[in-house]
């Protein structure tokens, strides 16, 4: 079983910064990619961004720019920094690790709340 904890949600105002991070343990194996997602009340659950292991990353429109997603493969961790938060970024995230083709683990979600 693979376990994901992550860290660094919080109350920010809008304009400031928060750095989330996503550690992964347990019986890991062939690591497609990581990354995040959010929900927020109401709305279905969205990308924000993926990095593969070898690197290669993808960010919603809605945050390129001003979030960047990295990876230190060598702890099975994934970071997400978020600049220039915006109250519409308000949500739970939640990261995601994808092995092989389909298994798809996630973890428990952390709450990001910006007030404008």
Excluded: H
Aim: proline residues 2%; contains cysteine.
């Amino acid at each position: 079983q693979v376990q994901l904890v992550e860290r660094g949600g919080g109350l920010v105002q809008a304009g400031g910064s928060l750095r989330l991070s996503c550690a992964a343990s347990g019986s890991i194996f062939s690591i497609n990619y990581m990354g995040w997602y959010r929900q927020a009340p109401g709305k279905q659950r969205e990308l924000v961004a993926v990095i593969t292991t070898g690197g290669n990353t993808d960010y919603a429109d809605s945050v390129k720019g001003r979030f960047t997603i990295s990876r230190d493969n060598a702890k099975n961790t994934v970071y997400l920094q978020m600049n220039s938060l915006k109250p519409e970024d308000t949500a739970v995230y939640y990261c995601k690790l994808r092995s092989g083709v389909r298994t798809d683990y996630w973890g428990q979600g952390t709450q990001v709340t910006v007030s404008s």
